[in-house]
């Protein structure tokens, strides 16, 4: 079965703190692979996302992430954090190469300490 | 900028009173969709429009029905809203032969009393 999991439910990492979130997903073939931000009462913001070529990608706000096929992970890392990273992360896999479904994770929710 | 927009960003309802979410986009996407968020979890697709073409998820109730009379325009309604519907509804699109991101509109908070 298609399937995301994000481990990790809440993470609370302190200011200026790098940060990792971990994303692992079961898929028949490698899927295109993205990473959204939500913000309170707010709806999905793309951060990052992953096709094909370089395994490591970057995005919006500092963050970047990694493609590992052989571990089926997509974790996502920003060197140091900032208070207005505190938001809930959302890991989603979708169907290579059409307008399918995408297949989200729980989420993560992040806190930041000042 | 090009964006979805969905009105309003809070609806309040009645138990068993029929509503109607909206969504429009700036986009010209060709693809729409409609999700269901709870409170803490991941948003589930309800259903998706492919151009004209509606798409139904296997699990979502028919309680829940959906319009797209135009391109730039969607609807989600909710025939008769129970109190397990309160929820967070996400409209987004995207465009076919492109980068298969979706859009995610801000959301409407429905509650039911």
């Known amino acids: 079965a298609q399937s995301v999991t994000q481990p990790d439910i809440h993470i609370t990492v302190s200011e200026g703190a790098s940060l990792e979130l971990r994303c692992n997903y079961s898929?028949?073939?490698?899927?295109?692979l993205f990473w959204y931000v939500q913000s309170p009462g707010q709806g999905l913001q793309l951060l990052l996302k992953?096709?094909?070529?370089?395994?490591l990608v970057q995005g919006i706000k500092g963050f970047e992430a990694e493609f590992k096929r052989s571990q089926s992970s997509f974790n996502l890392r920003k060197p140091s954090v900032h208070w207005s990273d505190a938001a809930e992360y959302f890991c989603?896999?979708?169907?290579?190469?059409?307008?399918?479904?995408?297949?989200f994770g729980k989420g993560t929710k992040l806190s930041v300490k000042p | 900028d090009a964006m979805v927009i969905q009105n309003p960003r809070y609806q309040v309802t009645q138990f068993g009173k029929p509503v109607t979410l909206s969504c429009s986009q700036t986009l010209n996407h060709n693809v729409m969709y409609w999700y269901q968020q709870k409170s803490s979890q991941a948003p589930k697709l309800l259903f998706h429009y492919y151009d004209k073409d509606f798409n139904n998820e296997a699990d979502t109730p028919d309680n829940f029905q959906s319009r797209r009379p135009n391109t730039s325009f969607c609807f989600l309604d909710i025939r008769s809203p129970g109190l397990g519907d309160a929820a967070m509804y996400l409209c987004?699109?995207?465009?076919?032969?492109?980068?298969?991101?979706?859009?995610f509109g801000p959301g409407t908070r429905l509650t039911v009393l």
């Open positions: 987004a699109t995207s465009a076919t032969g492109t980068s298969y991101e979706q859009f």
């Open positions: 992953y096709f094909s070529g370089d395994t």
């Open positions: 898929y028949g073939a490698t899927p295109y």
């Open positions: 989603a896999v979708g169907p290579r190469g059409s307008q399918g479904n995408l297949i």
